[in-house]
């Protein structure tokens, strides 16, 4: 068993179109959603790293790529939060799997 894991730069707002954003901010996100009923609750624009899968993840270097991604649209960005009224976080995703577990299918 590997451990899977990857980094996200999310915005999430009520009311505002994904292909809107995409062209204010000016760089493709890796996936969008729209706003439904029930699911999902906001809208959201997301730019991400693959997932990866190995024994070992660096999350500051998936960290690192997506900050150094985005760093060039910083200040569209910025507006974009404001003219959209949009909330933005920069979250880690790890799905781990542990020595003791793996050891386990060896006795």
Sequence with gaps: MTNVGYVHFTLYGDNFNPDDLTK???VQPTSTKVKGSPTPKKSMWEYSTDKIENDIIDIYEMSSFVVSQ???YTNNIRKAIEAFNLEATLSV???LTSAMRRNQHQL
């Design 24 to 26: 204010f901010i000016g």
């Design 93 to 95: 995703a790890l799905w």
């Design 70 to 72: 985005l760093a060039p």
